[in-house]
Nanobody, 116 residues
Framework: QVQLVESGGGLVQPGGSLRLSCAAS????????MSWYRQAPGKERELVASISSTGGSTTYADSVKGRFTISRDNAKNTVYLGMNSLKPADTAVYYCKAVRGPVNYWGQGTQVTVSS
């Protein structure tokens, strides 16, 4: 059974930091490109960051470049999103996604709220 379980979300003040985790099971994690998406209320889901199957290549949305870092540990079947200098505009539900060719899996999401 495929599972992607996100954790690490919560309430943080502007300028603060959080680290999200996404634990995978039920598929060959090391063969999949992993991504983080987010969806704010009333907005479409958007791609935040992606990392290649080996971890050697990463991409970021312009809105998070220099503040967020995506990483993965294939031995632990886990992908991470480090978030620094958080802004109220980063408030959203954050989802992880696994992709290999036409196959993709989504997690259930974790809420991140940036507010004073």
């Amino acid at each position: 059974q495929v599972q992607l379980v996100e954790s690490g979300g919560g309430l943080v003040q502007p300028g603060g930091s959080l680290r999200l985790s996404c634990a995978a099971s039920g598929f060959t994690f090391s063969s999949y490109i992993m991504s983080w998406y987010r969806q704010a209320p009333g907005k479409e889901r958007e791609l935040v960051a992606s990392i290649s199957s080996t971890g050697g290549s990463t991409t970021y949305a312009d809105s998070v470049k220099g503040r967020f870092t995506i990483s993965r540990d294939n031995a632990k079947n886990t992908v991470y999103l480090g978030m620094n200098s958080l802004k109220p505009a980063d408030t959203a539900v954050y989802y992880c996604k696994a992709v290999r060719g036409p196959v993709n899996y989504w997690g259930q999401g974790t809420q991140v709220t940036v507010s004073s």
